[in-house]
């Protein structure tokens, strides 16, 4: 009878100790190292992003994470994200990193494992891999049809709308004419005669000056200066006027030259130059001439701007 029952006993509950069996044995198995590629297949130079999850046990004290060298049999490394951690109440629990290669080796290869160490303990350590995956590298994308295919058409790529670039062209080019006509009409255009109303009177206003002058003293050095200015500029102001160019700014030499074509007399142009030339050196040479000479360049002034008046 004392045989007979643990026979009994294991019969009645054998149903349950094998359900017991198979479920310890599969979460043993379970691997805490989860391994994902993005894609299977690649054309050479393309990249796939391999993907490495760990899953750490309660009471992990540290992990030997794997490294990959940048080269590897038949694939290259281009970039590598770092390490990241996941926690749950203060404590560590996962870890994660995201890989991305490329190949230019064509065939199919296999991508291989790595090792991952986790401490349990300081006795106690799980030697785990990841997942090793199968990746195709091409020429060009598969095709097991082997059919031909039609050679597609060539496409008519329509002209491009040229018509705003037409008008703003036109438009550029109008302006351009009109700037050219502008500026044509800038230097012919006649400059306006002097009316003989106006020329009687700078004649007018320049005997009169020259009347004014009288009221310097030419014993002192300060008025003959100021006199023999006055009596160049008393000239060029004039000369300006019936030439309709201003003379002010011009030296003597310059409008002694304007005035030569005039043909005056000889004897009068002579004295003109004298008296210019009496004035330039009163101005910047510091001569101090003589009453006598002061009054004759007064009365070449006079008999020059008179003859011109007559001309």
Not at 125 to 151: E, M, P, R, W
Not at 190 to 205: F, L, M, N, T
Not at 218 to 246: M, P, W
Request: aromatic share 10%.
């Amino acid at each position: 009878m004392k045989t007979i029952m643990p026979i009994v006993f294991v019969r009645k509950y054998s149903a349950f100790i094998i359900a017991c069996l198979l479920i310890g044995s599969a979460a043993f198995a379970q691997s805490p190292i989860t391994t994902t590629i993005d894609k299977n297949n690649i054309l050479i130079g393309e990249q796939l992003k391999l993907k490495v999850e760990a899953a750490l046990p309660p009471g992990t004290s540290s992990v030997d994470w794997f490294s990959i060298p940048d080269s590897l049999e038949h694939f290259e490394v281009i970039s590598r994200t770092k390490i990241d951690s996941s926690y749950t109440d203060n404590v560590l629990t996962g870890l994660s990193q995201s890989i991305t290669l490329t190949s230019f080796d064509s065939g199919q290869w296999r991508m291989p494992s790595f090792p991952i160490d986790i401490h349990l303990s300081a006795d106690s350590i799980q030697h785990l891999f990841t997942d090793t995956a199968s990746i195709g590298v091409y020429f060009l994308t598969s095709d097991t049809t082997n059919t031909l295919k039609d050679i597609k058409p060539i496409k008519q790529v329509p002209p491009p709308d040229m018509f705003w670039y037409w008008v703003i062209g036109a438009v550029l080019v109008l302006l351009l004419i009109a700037a050219i006509i502008w500026i044509i009409y800038l230097f012919k255009k006649e400059k306006p005669a002097v009316s003989a109303r106006s020329i009687a009177s700078a004649y007018k206003e320049a005997m009169n000056a020259i009347e004014r002058l009288d009221e310097y003293d030419l014993t002192d050095a300060h008025q003959v200066k100021i006199f023999h200015s006055r009596l160049a500029e008393i000239f060029k102001e004039y000369l300006s006027h019936i030439q309709n160019k201003n003379r002010l700014s011009q030296t003597t030499s310059e409008v002694l030259i304007s005035v030569k074509e005039k043909q005056l007399d000889g004897e009068i142009f002579s004295n003109l130059a004298a008296a210019l030339r009496c004035s330039d050196a009163v101005k910047f040479a510091k001569y101090h001439p003589s009453v006598n000479i002061s009054k004759d360049s007064q009365l070449s002034i006079k008999k020059t701007i008179e003859s011109l008046n007559a001309v």
